[in-house]
């Protein structure tokens, strides 16, 4: 897909793109061509583009996506030879103004999506339990009188409200160019008034931004959510509605690039919903009653798993790892510091015909695992003791594949030496089977000190995804690969666990650290290397 393509100008198969965890990129991309037979796979960094004729209800089993946008357009980011304010004004107008038929086929394909699941899942519904046609008839009669309500308390005014603040920004940017900004300002004030006078749409939208670099520098996230907004509302008359709207616009405006999308599955327009629900029934309001007999369903990112009760490692980083972990039917997988069962309940939801036991030391931890894998029905496929990490109850090499998160943060930390650790996963695992960690920099250092790594990184062989954001096959090294001078050396300096190979080593962001997914296989008599991680790089809007 070219940088300055509208994204949905013109009618065909819908263009996607989710967000994903810094470092989860290949991952996301090796699953929308697996899941969803998706096409014209790209990344950016924090993204991944495709097109799929996929309906929801598969979109909606992403597992390692963080949200999902029905792509509007993509382009280069806006350009001004400086940065001011009138300029880059006019560009973001331009997003609107330039190419409205990208505008329109999106909303009509967000239309037919919606639709389409709807319908589905309402026919699921009534196959499943007739008593719920009842139900879904008063959801959508409370979600019109809630819509109207809110309508008319609402004024667009108010769901833009205008921030006078030119003559404070050129006295503290000591701007020349004073007197004629605030024309602009008045000129956008003019616009909000002529909008308002626009006639009632047939929906209500919101805007939501992101902002960077040079456009950042000039305007707030939230002004550019004025400005687009108003340009919105004069280009298709549409009404803005912070609150509750019915569509919600995702911009994200940087140095690299101009990403405009519909999110498809949203968490806070229900949140708001279900407050006002709430408070209606506070009141005790006619509206308020039904409510509370007839609650409306929220939707959820997908990152926010609806069967985990207690959350732990996230969701995605702990797919992503047993993504590595090659579970096959039958197998057994241990995950030897299991916590509060993240890494099995993933595991368990995808790969179902499999054994797993979870260990861990922590009676707390035992304890919110036992919830989790309860909520998710999952006891008859997980089986959870207390037994310490070094002192495994299980005969040597039984076990298929072990997935663990070595703890490193401040409330759980590893006391004990890591290589003893290892060597203990190593005894229970069988020849051929895989071990995937997720460990924090001192930890992939220790272990790096088992000798030097053997997969450079980023080189052709092993990176994910190429300059032109096309997905390559993640590598696997093996022992037998190695050079015969490699061999020799690799036996006279074999560590404790010597059997274990490293294949394949990721960073990903945890929030305010990093950490590395490290794939491990046993072989006969074979060093551990540990390969530098995939670091992924922004395709930069490549074709």
């Known amino acids: 897909m070219e940088p300055g393509d509208a994204g949905l100008g013109t009618k065909g198969p819908p263009r996607f793109f989710c967000t994903a965890g810094r470092g989860l990129e290949p991952f996301l991309m090796r699953e929308v061509r697996e899941r969803l037979a998706a096409t014209q796979v790209e990344y950016m960094s924090g993204k991944v583009f495709f097109i799929t004729c996929s309906n929801l209800s598969m979109i909606k089993k992403l597992k390692s996506a963080e ?50 699941d709807a319908q589905k899942e309402k026919l699921s519904q009534s196959i499943s339990n007739p008593l719920k046609r009842k139900v879904d008839e008063n959801e959508q009669v409370i979600s019109k009188k809630l819509k109207v309500e809110v309508q008319k308390n609402e004024e667009i005014q108010q769901a833009f409200p205008l921030v006078k603040q030119v003559e404070e920004s050129a006295l ?28 009632s749409p047939a929906f209500t939208f919101r805007v939501s931004c992101r902002c960077s670099g040079t456009v ?21 008359g549409w009404k803005a509605d912070l ?32 407050q006002r629900m709430e408070c209606e029934v506070m009141q005790g309001t006619l509206l308020g009653k039904i409510c509370s007999i007839f609650p409306i369903k929220m939707r959820v990112p997908l990152a926010s798993r609806t069967y985990i009760q207690m959350a732990g490692l996230r969701s995605t980083i702990a797919w992503a790892m047993a ?16 916590g509060l069962g993240t890494i099995l309940l993933e595991a368990a939801k995808e790969w179902p015909n499999v054994y797993y036991v979870g260990t861990d030391v922590s009676d707390s931890q035992l304890l919110g695992a036992q919830g989790n894998v309860k909520a998710a029905n999952l006891q008859d496929r ?48 069988r020849v051929g089977g895989t071990i995937v960690l997720l460990l924090s920099e001192d930890h992939r250092r220790c272990l790096q000190d088992c000798g030097e790594s053997s997969v450079p990184q980023n080189s052709p062989g092993n990176h994910p995804a190429n300059h032109e954001g096309k997905e390559n096959t993640i590598p696997s090294e093996t022992a037998s690969s190695l050079g015969e001078a490699s061999k020799q050396e690799s036996l006279d300096k074999m560590p404790p666990f010597g059997s274990l190979v490293a294949v394949e080593c990721y960073k990903v962001s945890l929030g305010k650290t990093d950490a590395f997914i490290c794939k491990y296989k046993k072989s006969q008599a074979a060093r551990c290397y540990l390969p530098e991680p995939h670091c992924v790089q922004s395709s930069l809007l490549a074709s």
């Open 67 to 116: 949200r999902v946008f029905l792509l509007i357009k993509k382009q280069f980011p806006l350009t001004a030879s400086s940065p001011s304010k009138g300029k880059i004004l006019h560009e973001m107008r331009r997003l609107i103004s330039d190419d409205p038929g990208s505008w329109l086929n999106a909303i009509s394909l967000w239309k037919s999506l919606l639709e389409t």
């Open 382 to 429: 997980i089986e959870l003791l207390k037994v310490s990490v070094v002192d495994l109850p299980l005969p040597s090499e039984c076990v298929d594949s072990i997935i663990s998160d070595i703890p490193f943060g401040k409330k759980f930390k590893l006391g004990k030496d890591i290589t003893s650790i290892l060597q203990e996963m190593e005894r229970v695992l």
């Open 323 to 338: 993504s590595l972990a090659e579970i096959k039917a039958g197998a057994l997988v241990l995950d030897p510091m299991c």
């Open 243 to 274: 609150r509750t709207p019915d569509l919600e616009i995702f911009i994200h405006l940087n140095d690299v690039y101009s990403v405009l999308g519909i999110p498809l599955f949203s968490l806070e327009n229900r949140i708001a919903m279900r």
């Open 172 to 199: 503290e940017q000591g701007d020349s160019n004073a007197g004629r900004e605030h024309l602009q300002e008045k000129e956008l004030e003019d616009e909000v008034e002529e909008a308002a006078d626009a006639p």
């Open 216 to 236: 950042a520098k000039v305007f707030t996230a939230q002004e550019v959510g004025k400005i687009i907004g108003i340009a919105l509302m004069k280009q298709f």
